[in-house]
């Protein structure tokens, strides 16, 4: 299901149409659904990092959604660079619509160390992004 087709709009707070894709900046979280056939690396990423310290600051953790409702593939070793420059990603839901990305989840595991899920249903992943984020800002403000 893409963002335009869900229920979400009445929450949306922001939109972006890159290169890369479409990025939609909710209160707690962002929904990326990257553009079909691209290999994502560290740069393309370095842009979407930029929106995200703009807009919700830079000392501030937001779920991250990434709706594959496209095939793209990543730069694995582009990972490692974002984990180890920042890691402004309080968890990461994973949308997936066909059983391929199944194991493309296995591999990010082994580079986020924070919460990861992955969600058949975009709604589940909203619900299940709130809760994490709902999460962290408790754990934040008690430590």
Known sequence: MLVSESNLNNVLEDVYILKT???YFFEDFII?????GLLFDWNMAQELINLAENHYGK????????NRIHSYSLVPQDW???FKARNSISAFAVVSYNEKEKSDILIERLFFKSKIKKFFDLNEAVTWAIEQQKEYKIKKTTA
Request: charged residues 20%; without cysteine.
């Open 21 to 23: 894709g479409t990025y």
């Open 32 to 36: 990326s659904e990257i553009n079909e």
């Open 59 to 66: 000392n501030n953790k937001v779920a991250y959604i990434s």
């Open 80 to 82: 490692l660079k974002f």
